[in-house]
């Protein structure tokens, strides 16, 4: 029910390169000489082959094993081998590209801005491009800016609110959507935003029910952004 969605990131997945290790040569065994020695000698040679073959049956396991399986190191161990013996940096997040039209409306609003920096409609609406394009921080610059100028704008306090929570700023988020249902107490999306932070971000469960049934008081058919009922989202929870 927020007016915008927040995109999903996806965390990139590590590869583990392969290493072939070479297979353990092949030992021919000696010509027969039994008949050449005497029979101490023959029963040493018998001992001594018994042990080697023990020692022999115990080690090409091993190097099969190891044929089998590669040379690579564990990811854990990996991690440890670079130099310095410093783990590397995990994989950031790719953000696509800006549309360019996107990107020229900004840079319009941010020029316009400059000439008129008390346009409470153009924060806004810059706030709204920085929603829409990831830059969390910039919107809440631009939304609070709006609302100095025009305070107690429902819209603006409500995605002002989804901003901080982007952040991992929880309490202001909450605080922002209290505003908004101050201001105006039908404000749906901000009822639905506030049970959203409370319930899963700062595991207040209650105060979270509790929004979403105020909600339900105002609009018993209030449905999730996915199109589920939220009646039918509570009695899952319970």
Not at 42 to 50: D, S
Not at 205 to 213: L, P
Request: net charge neutral.
């Amino acid at each position: 029910m927020a007016r915008r969605k927040s995109r999903s990131k996806q965390s990139p997945s590590s590869a583990v390169a392969d290493t072939n290790s070479a297979a353990p040569a092949v030992v021919s065994p000696a010509p027969d000489t039994a008949a050449m020695v005497r029979k101490s000698t023959c029963v040493l040679i018998a001992l001594g082959t018994l042990l080697l073959g023990f020692y022999l049956g115990t080690l090409a396991p091993r190097f099969m094993e190891g044929a089998g399986q590669g040379t690579a190191a564990p990811a854990s161990q990996a991690m440890q081998s670079t130099p310095g013996g410093q783990s590397p940096a995990p994989a950031q997040a790719v953000t696509p590209p800006m549309p360019p039209e996107l990107a020229a409306e900004i840079a319009r609003l941010e020029k316009s801005l400059l000439d008129d920096p008390k346009d409470a409609r153009q924060w806004a609406m810059l706030g709204n491009l920085y929603f829409d394009t990831d830059q969390p921080h910039e919107a809440i610059k631009a939304y609070e800016n709006s609302l100095k100028l025009e305070p107690g704008n429902a819209n603006v306090l409500t995605d002002l609110g989804i901003m901080y929570r982007e952040t991992g700023d929880f309490s202001q988020a909450v605080d922002c959507f209290r505003k908004a249902v101050q201001t105006e107490p039908r404000h749906e999306n901000a009822l639905f935003n506030q049970g959203v932070v409370l319930y899963y971000d700062l595991q207040r469960k209650e105060e979270g029910v509790a929004a979403w049934q105020q909600l339900l008081k105002l609009n018993p058919q209030a449905r999730t952004p996915d199109g589920k009922p939220v009646v039918e989202m509570l009695k899952a929870l319970n």
